[in-house]
Nanobody, 126 residues
Framework: VQLQASGGGLVQPGGSLRLSCSASEFVSVSYTMAWWRQAPGKEREWVSTIGTYEGSSYTADSVGGRFTISRDNAKNTVYLQMGSLKPEDTAVYYC????????????????????WGQGTLVTVSS
């Protein structure tokens, strides 16, 4: 199982960015997918999770209303659309996958996720 995150970069405060996570065939379709982030000197933080075919999703309060997770199963890709970015959003963003069912798992427990991709750095600065 391989996950490849991309789309990070430098963006000004208030700007937008879209991250992508490309997954191995079949993984994206049948797995619950998520985004996490880790800021310098801080613990890894859960951002958002999206279910499989049903499309249910949950997002952390810290980014709610600004970040939206989505998936395109035909492309085996999960996205994180980020808007109204703040300097405190600066972090390495990781995508993760699990076979757990979104409605019964503990969303913000990293041990729930079986597979992790490499991170992509997002820097919010003027």
């Amino acid at each position: 199982v391989q996950l490849q995150a991309s789309g990070g970069g430098l963006v000004q405060p208030g700007g937008s960015l879209r991250l992508s996570c490309s997954a191995s065939e079949f993984v994206s379709v049948s797995y619950t997918m998520a985004w996490w982030r880790q800021a310098p000197g801080k613990e890894r933080e859960w951002v958002s999770t999206i279910g499989t075919y049903e499309g249910s999703s949950y997002t952390a309060d810290s980014v709610g209303g600004r970040f939206t997770i989505s998936r395109d199963n035909a492309k085996n890709t999960v996205y994180l659309q980020m808007g109204s970015l703040k300097p405190e959003d600066t972090a390495v963003y990781y995508c993760a996958a699990t076979r757990s069912y979104i409605r019964t798992m503990v969303l913000n427990d990293p041990s729930e996720y079986e597979y992790w991709g490499q991170g992509t750095l997002v820097t919010v600065s003027s």
